[in-house]
């Protein structure tokens, strides 16, 4: 990939800059993009990790349409995936890329969407003896699904907005309009809840990270255990509930997913897609 971008970037035959104010420059991009994601594709098909596991064979004249009509609101991008499937590492990345190349991005969790359940946990003591109680914490009902849908068209409308705060901390808090958060041209979402109910629809770009069940138990016993301190049966108990909530709730979505990328995928290779992304949309005459 590191050779596709010093092609790109050394290349003498370059198009001219299309006017994005019109149709015409718009639907020449859209040509343009078409052309040099199916050259993505096709190098990762022969890469010896590929990180796309599937692709809607949609997506791109979808993606092109909404490129040529709609140039003026903001791309959302939902990126989700089972628990511990590798999203939160793949949003790092992206973040890391990001402030490398200063690309106009915001990134939001909608774990910040959390019910407030303080109530409920000081019920019953603890969040794990809540959850122990039937609490189902990765059910839509779990989440403020109407203010995330709000606040998604707030951000492609390129409204700034300030979106709830869930406290990390087992209180089961959540303050409202406590995060401000910039409505950049390009949105990036990443949680379970960003496929749930009429969430999903806000979104243009549809991405679902996918890992084998045994990696991603290894990956959430070890981060339970070595990060937040949790003891090995409370965490094997967990992943024993949110192995069938994933079933329940996440894994029916993947068919609506643009893509499918591989959790696995090596970020060195991820970032330089990114990285070549960039330079594709930004190398012109």
Same mark, same amino acid.
């Given at each position: 990939?590191?050779?596709?971008?010093?092609?790109?970037l050394?290349?003498?035959?370059?198009?001219?800059?299309?006017?994005?104010?019109?149709?015409?420059?718009?639907?020449?991009?859209?040509?343009?993009?078409?052309?040099?994601?199916?050259?993505?594709?096709?190098?990762d098909?022969?890469?010896?990790?590929?990180?796309?596991?599937?692709?809607?064979?949609?997506?791109?004249?979808?993606?092109?349409?909404?490129?040529?009509?709609?140039p003026?609101?903001?791309?959302?991008i939902?990126?989700?995936?089972?628990?511990?499937?590798?999203?939160?590492?793949?949003?790092?990345?992206?973040?890391?890329?990001?402030?490398?190349?200063?690309?106009?991005v915001t990134?939001?969790?909608?774990?910040?969407?959390?019910?407030?359940?303080?109530?409920?946990?000081?019920?019953?003591?603890?969040?794990?003896?809540?959850?122990?109680?039937?609490?189902?914490?990765?059910a839509?009902?779990?989440?403020?699904?109407?203010?995330?849908?709000?606040?998604?068209?707030?951000?492609?409308?390129?409204?700034?907005?300030?979106?709830?705060?869930?406290?990390?901390?087992?209180?089961?808090?959540?303050?409202?309009?406590?995060?401000?958060?910039?409505?950049?041209k390009?949105?990036? !979402?990443?949680?379970?809840?960003?496929?749930?109910?009429? !969430?999903?629809?806000?979104?243009?770009?549809?991405?679902? !990270?996918?890992?084998?069940?045994?990696?991603r138990?290894k990956?959430?016993?070890?981060?339970?255990?070595?990060?937040r301190?949790?003891?090995?049966?409370?965490?094997?108990?967990?992943?024993?509930?949110?192995?069938?909530?994933?079933?329940?709730?996440?894994?029916?979505?993947?068919?609506e997913?643009?893509?499918?990328?591989?959790?696995?995928?090596d970020?060195?290779?991820?970032?330089?897609?990114?990285e070549?992304?960039?330079?594709?949309?930004?190398?012109?005459?």
């Open positions: 990939m590191q050779g596709l971008i010093e092609k790109e050394s290349s003498q035959d370059k198009i001219l800059k299309p006017d994005f104010s019109s149709k015409t420059g718009r639907e020449l991009l859209a040509f343009y993009l078409q052309t040099k994601f199916k050259q993505i594709l096709a190098f098909k022969k890469y010896s990790m590929p990180i796309f596991r599937d692709v809607n064979p949609n997506f791109i004249s979808r993606f092109s349409k909404r490129l040529i009509n709609n003026d609101k903001r791309f959302l939902s990126i989700t995936g089972e628990s511990a499937a590798g999203k939160s590492t793949i949003c790092r990345e992206i973040s890391k890329v990001i402030e490398q190349l200063s690309m106009p990134i939001l969790s909608t774990d910040n969407y959390f019910n407030d359940i303080s109530d409920l946990i000081a019920k019953y003591g603890t969040f794990d003896n809540l959850r122990d109680s039937g609490y189902d914490v990765d839509p009902s779990s989440f403020q699904l109407n203010v995330l849908k709000e606040d998604l068209q707030d951000l492609a409308d390129g409204l700034d907005i300030k979106c709830p705060m869930y406290l990390p901390n087992g209180t089961g808090v959540s303050v409202p309009k406590a995060i401000g958060v910039h409505s950049s390009i949105i990036i !979402v990443e949680g379970i809840a960003t496929m749930y109910d009429t !969430v999903k629809d806000v979104f243009d770009v549809k991405i679902y !990270v996918e890992t084998d069940d045994d990696v138990k990956w959430f016993v070890d981060r339970a255990v070595e990060e301190n949790q003891d090995l049966d409370n965490a094997l108990k967990h992943w024993n509930y949110i192995l069938n909530a994933g079933e329940k709730y996440v894994k029916p979505f993947r068919r997913a643009d893509m499918i990328i591989n959790g696995k995928a970020l060195k290779y991820f970032a330089q897609i990114l070549y992304i960039h330079t594709i949309t930004n190398n012109f005459q």
